[in-house]
């Protein structure tokens, strides 16, 4: 991997791929719904939308039309603390599609006409989100858990908010924060040549200073949220705070989590739906950020059912803190992360995020020698120790189904079981 910075503050990070005849290419800006407001909540991923909208010289249209004609994709996607517009084709196309992706950052125009239209789609992508309610809980365990902090907010926005959109306000935003220190540029494959020059006349030259204070760190809370929907299911989250992006107990809490609940053949899975038959999807995953983590448990359920799973989802847990791991099991845990690892990587779509996701959060760029040195490093007691770190803390929960309010009798579970011990 190379990584050069041009002297306006842009990264850009390189990872040849020989053998692959494809480049994956992906703009990340360091900003997404965490440095949003109330005000104006969902602004960065409408933003992400309008850049596909247009610019100067290509109709929404023509951008469409100028990847398909060259077989590539292209495509983007805003997060809590990121943004990346993204392009995968060939490599003799690489630098159509990298001035593509440079003239929809650069004079994407916003147009009133097009806003308007991209509000109704946005709000149906809003309408089909509250439709899944099986997607939509876990953004509400993050309402629950953080409430008074944007990592709270949708990345979708409301309505009400939405519609006080304008061009200038879009604008004001990303002169704020699509700026050149804030922009990393990860490229992965087949990479030619005079790719990085041309790069560097695209984008070393534009200025742009960061005029805005990053936020301060969230603060979590055992909350609880519930909304009414006549589901068949009810759909729980549980979640504990975790470690942040970058802490080495990450390294054990991925084995933890995938003994717990990541795998089918994880504690959650095989007890409440393999031997129980309880619930068809059940499972648990972690989500670390720059300045906080959460680590949660997710079940659906039939509502007559849900106290059942919620207890057993915690006995789980306690087995965690109080047999932990058998060395077998943690050897078999090691050589699925380690397998799961490397296949993913022999993607270029994968390589590219990689880079960009590491350089924009943690800063570093650690080698796939050394992570496997890092899952190889941990213990049976390393995992117990963060099993009970995690599972000792009170928790916060978000709830979806036929209910007017927060169960009493799960309440009650919780209260009496937190901490497990």
Not at 41 to 49: D, K, L, R
Not at 138 to 166: C, K, R, W
Not at 395 to 420: H, R, T
Request: overall charge negative; some cysteine.
């Amino acid at each position: 991997m190379k990584k050069i910075t041009f002297s306006n503050g842009v990264r850009v990070l390189l990872e040849p791929m020989e053998n692959v005849r494809s480049v994956s290419i992906g703009l990340w800006f360091g900003t997404g719904s965490n440095d949003e407001t109330m005000e104006n909540n969902g602004v960065s991923h409408f933003i992400e939308h309008m850049m596909f909208k247009g610019t100067e010289k290509r109709t929404a249209k023509e951008i469409a039309e100028e990847f398909d004609r060259i077989g590539g994709q292209v495509n983007a996607f805003t997060s809590k603390e990121y943004t990346c517009y993204y392009a995968r084709v060939l490599d003799q196309h690489a630098s159509y599609a990298i001035e593509i992706l440079a003239d929809m950052l650069f004079h994407s125009t916003y147009a009133e006409e097009e806003l308007a239209k991209e509000r109704r789609v946005i709000l149906e992508e809003i309408s089909m989100y509250e439709d899944t309610p099986d997607e939509l809980v876990h953004d509400m365990i993050l309402t629950a858990a953080y409430p008074q902090h944007p990592l709270g907010y949708s990345i979708l926005g409301t309505e009400e908010v939405l519609n006080t959109f304008s061009s200038q306000k879009l604008h004001d935003h990303v002169e704020g924060y699509y700026t050149p220190e804030n922009l990393v540029i990860a490229i992965a494959g087949h990479i030619p040549a005079d790719l990085l020059s041309q790069i560097e006349a695209l984008f070393g030259q534009y200025q742009g200073r960061r005029l805005v204070e990053d936020q301060e760190a969230p603060t979590f809370y055992s909350g609880r949220i519930v909304k009414k929907k006549e589901t068949e299911q009810a759909h729980l989250c549980l979640a504990v705070p975790a470690f942040i992006a970058g802490d080495e107990r990450n390294f054990p809490l991925l084995l933890l989590n995938q003994y717990l609940g990541g795998s089918a053949s994880s504690l959650l899975f095989q007890e409440i739906r393999e031997a129980r038959g309880l619930a068809y999807s059940v499972y648990s995953y972690h989500t670390a950020y720059q300045q906080t983590g959460i680590f949660t448990f997710y079940a659906g359920t039939a509502p007559d059912q849900l106290l059942e799973v919620t207890k057993l989802m915690l006995a789980q847990a306690k087995s965690l803190i109080d047999t932990g791991m058998t060395e077998e099991q943690l050897y078999w845990g090691k050589e699925n992360l380690k397998g799961s690892l490397m296949l993913s990587l022999e993607s270029v779509n994968s390589r590219m995020i990689h880079l960009g996701k590491n350089e924009l959060v943690l800063g570093r760029h650690r080698t796939l020698d050394q992570i496997i040195e890092l899952i190889e490093g941990v213990t049976v007691d390393d995992i117990k120790e963060v099993a009970t770190q995690l599972f000792m803390q009170p928790m916060a929960a978000a709830l979806i189904g036929p209910y007017d309010s927060f169960p009493d009798e799960i309440e009650q579970v919780l209260k009496n079981s937190i901490p497990l011990k």
